[in-house]
């Protein structure tokens, strides 16, 4: 084991490293070094003088900031010896099934390419270049034939593959308990009870929470003028650990954009828009396989839903941006997954000539321009959207889609609302089962999608506020459960898969923050 200050001592190495490789550290020297001419820096106090410049001029907190982003991206460190792929994943089963899943994704892609005559990649001829950038603000308008392309996957695939997972480690001859044998998921990893669940603490009953008329001592209204007056405070302060205290009791609409931006460490400084504009460019410039993806999916998604579809044109703009960006490929360090790779046509295996496919290593699924569209709700302006949109995926959505160990990744997220249903709806879970309508068929597509598309957009942006606010995604699987606690009456009365899947079909009525409390409060006790 490592120890403690052994560990502490390496997370500030590492990111030390990361942010000398940023662009704050180089605008923290051109500060220090205009500081040099400020009357009150004197050569005696030099070192102290400037940081308190730094301190004064407010650089100094935004350098915690970055540490504060950083620690909440940043894996529990490793043995020094560990190898990097530790980081990754650490069970080796689930190492092998991620990459068993990547190769069938990859050979689902190629195959379609393969039928289609259609290359990966392909540099657009002038004029087709002139008439994206004609029409970039309005992409929606156009209809380009997409019948013979399909998603590379969809959830429930996904989902049988997870439902295949075993250790083999853990002999199946042996014992098992009678709750093992339940659901569909069969992995021995730890995940909590709801006693467990107390950290999420803020959603007591007793707490008050924006959207909840009657949680509280407190009148709402008196609640949410006091809230409202809290978070301007933490927005003058610019402090990042605050705004993420804060938003756990929910974030009013008018200051949730800045909050959240504020908790993403996202500035939208001149050089962040540019690179926006440089991706941009890479999307004039090529034309790739996965933008006829991006397109399809948007199509089935967004463009069908009463919420999202005047969105159309945003998704369009930030998903081909997001595929051409280089810069998500440093997530896959802490990712089980690793990019896919191309060759060079008549390159084959020559590692020399290899390149990630596509350039971000994220290639998409059915649904996944859903992880994009509540935002838009928040940011109009296009570069802002996208780094957003980027940050939440590097460090959450990310885990929705692929296989590991991790307590946000969806295997334990599947492990965690199963474990909840069996454990305080026994009945309900058995009922279920024994129908055939095994309760995680039903949410794991709530749940794959951060309830995106499920949800009414107030209710899936307060379902939002938490994770980020508990920088993490145990809550979907929390209020999974809750979803089928609340509808358990009619659920019980339910004698096959379409039916219960009928009673569960529409949740854009329900109210996020009541079911969560009565569920993790009043089931607790």
Not at 205 to 230: K, M, W, Y
Not at 285 to 290: A, F, I, K, P, Q
Request: some cysteine; charged content about 20%.
């Amino acid at each position: 084991m490592l120890g403690q200050d052994g560990g502490l001592s390496l997370t500030i190495a590492q990111i030390v490293q990361r942010l000398k490789a940023s662009g704050l550290h180089s605008q923290l020297e051109r500060q220090a070094r205009l500081s040099l001419h400020r009357p009150e820096i004197k050569l005696e106090s030099l070192k102290e003088d400037i940081k308190e410049f730094l301190k004064t001029s407010g650089w100094e907190k935004k350098l915690q900031n970055a540490v504060y982003s950083e620690l909440s991206v940043f894996p529990a460190p490793c043995h020094p010896s560990a190898p990097p792929e530790h980081v990754k994943e650490s069970l080796a089963y689930m190492k092998k099934a991620q990459g068993n899943w990547e190769k069938r994704i990859l050979k689902s892609l190629n195959s379609m390419c393969t039928e289609l005559g259609i290359p990966l990649a392909q540099k657009r001829s002038i004029n087709e270049q002139k008439e994206l950038l004609t029409k970039w603000n309005e992409m929606g308008a156009d209809e380009p034939d997409l019948s013979l392309f399909r998603p590379v996957y969809a959830p429930k695939d996904f989902l049988e593959v997870l439902m295949n997972l075993r250790n083999p480690n853990y002999e199946t001859s042996e014992q098992h308990s009678f709750r093992n044998h339940l659901g569909l998921i069969q992995v021995p990893l730890k995940v909590k009870n709801i006693p467990e669940l107390e950290y999420f603490s803020e959603l007591e009953l007793n707490t008050g929470q924006l959207d909840i008329d009657d949680s509280a001592q407190v009148p709402p209204e008196l609640f949410e003028n006091e809230h409202v007056r809290i978070g301007q405070k933490v927005l003058t302060e610019q402090d990042s650990a605050a705004a993420q205290q804060y938003i756990r009791q929910g974030c009013p609409t008018s200051l949730r954009s800045e909050l959240w931006a504020l908790i993403l460490n996202i500035s939208n400084q001149p050089e962040d828009v540019l690179y926006y504009e440089q991706l941009k460019s890479n999307v004039i410039l090529h034309d790739l396989l996965v933008d006829s993806l991006i397109y399809k999916d948007v199509k089935l998604t967004a463009s069908n839903d009463d919420y999202y579809f005047v969105f159309e044109d945003y998704l369009y703009q930030v998903l081909l941006c997001f595929s051409r960006d280089t810069s998500v490929l440093q997530h896959f360090a802490y990712n089980s997954a690793t990019p896919p790779k191309s060759y060079i046509r008549g390159k084959l295996g020559m590692e020399e000539y290899a390149v990630f496919y596509p350039p971000n290593g994220v290639i998409p699924f059915h649904g996944f321009s859903m992880y994009v569209a509540p935002l838009c709700f928040l940011y109009h302006e296009p570069s802002k959207l996208y780094q957003v949109f980027r940050e939440i995926y590097v460090r959450y959505f990310f885990r929705l889609h692929s296989i590991s160990s991790h307590p946000s990744g969806i295997v334990a997220l599947c492990l965690l609302f199963e474990t909840l249903l069996q454990t305080h709806l026994p009945q309900l879970f058995y009922h279920l089962r024994e129908i055939g309508a095994q309760p995680l068929r039903i949410s794991f597509k709530w749940m794959v999608r951060a309830f995106s598309g499920y949800l009414a957009t107030d209710q899936l942006l307060l379902l939002w506020d938490r994770i980020l606010g508990y920088n993490s995604l145990e809550i979907l699987a929390v209020l999974a459960a809750a979803v089928f606690a609340f509808r358990a009456v009619n659920l019980m009365e339910v004698t096959s898969l379409a039916a219960a899947e009928a009673v569960l079909a529409d949740l854009s009525t329900l109210k996020v923050m009541p079911l969560l409390q009565i569920f993790l409060f009043a089931t607790g006790t």
